[in-house]
């Protein structure tokens, strides 16, 4: 790409953080936080068991959801790209407004958690897929999570993921990605450890800017990442828009 048009690419994704920024300031409003989503997660995980009540129900502490909800569209359409046991499609609904949420993961006991979650199951559907059947068709979802799932993809098929996920979605459609930042290395030392001890996975956790270059390969608009910290884990977040 030259030098022209990354100045204007660039230009091009803040203008589009800038007026997410606001969208989603007046719509989602200053009452969703990690306590809040706590709250609202309290009951469905009560019906879940083990561990994947715990983890369910104590996630936004650990991840902010709350700035994944953020960046979704009031009314949206979305489909959630490795989704666990459901909480992210769960509080889309029902904080979002979401016409659908859906997803799926490769997980057979997470989508087993998922159950749990007493919504209208033609808008909340979540299936489990096969990881080399990944990732699924997007068609006819304007917004797509995908929530601390690519560290857990074998590093040498990531950008391939990422390619392909695009590929998938329709055009004008947003690619919602929350990850570990890879180049704090020692708070992605740590989520290193905490995959190892919960998941029993050695994850690869990426630059977020290697990210946005694959993105952007494939002729997406992407935003500048956004850094937050939680405890001791430090998280990326990227919006691209599909040309
Ligand atoms: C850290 S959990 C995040 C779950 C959920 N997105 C959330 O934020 O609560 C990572 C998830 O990625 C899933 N996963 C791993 N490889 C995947 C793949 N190829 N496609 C979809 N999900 C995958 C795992 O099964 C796991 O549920």
């Known amino acids: 790409m030259d030098s022209r048009k990354t100045e204007q690419s660039t230009k091009i994704s803040d203008s589009i953080e800038g007026s997410l920024k ?24 009560k019906k879940m068991s083990g ?7 104590y996630r936004p502490f650990i991840c902010p959801l709350d700035l994944v909800l ?10 959630d790209i490795g989704c666990g046991s459901g909480a992210l499609p769960y509080l889309a609904l ?23 979650f007493d ?19 997007l068609h006819g979802y304007d917004t797509v999570t995908m929530v601390d799932v690519l560290h857990h993809i074998p590093p040498n098929i ?5 390619r392909k996920t695009i590929a998938q979605m329709d055009s004008g459609a947003r690619l919602i990605i929350k990850d570990i930042e890879g180049s704090k290395v020692v ?12 998941a029993k996975e050695w ?38 828009l599909v040309p």
């Open 22 to 45: 606001h969208r989603n300031r007046r719509k989602t409003g200053s009452s969703i936080n990690s306590s809040s989503l706590v709250r609202e997660l309290e009951l469905p995980s």
């Open 51 to 57: 561990l994947a009540a715990l983890k369910t129900h």
């Open 70 to 79: 953020s960046q979704i569209p009031e009314g949206a359409r979305l489909y």
């Open 94 to 116: 029902k904080l979002r407004s979401a016409e659908v949420a859906h997803g799926y993961d490769i997980s057979v006991e997470a989508v087993r958690s998922a159950k749990a």
């Open 119 to 137: 919504v209208d199951r033609e808008k909340f559907q979540i299936v489990h897929m096969q990881a080399q059947n990944t990732p699924p068709p």
């Open 158 to 162: 990531q950008d391939d993921f990422l």
């Open 187 to 198: 708070g992605a030392f740590f989520n290193q450890l905490h995959d190892l001890l919960l």
């Open 203 to 240: 994850v690869h956790h990426r630059r977020s800017q290697d990210i946005r270059r694959v993105l952007q390969s494939m002729g997406a608009t992407v935003s500048q990442p956004v850094l937050r910290w939680t405890l001791w884990y430090p998280h990326f977040q990227i919006v691209a």
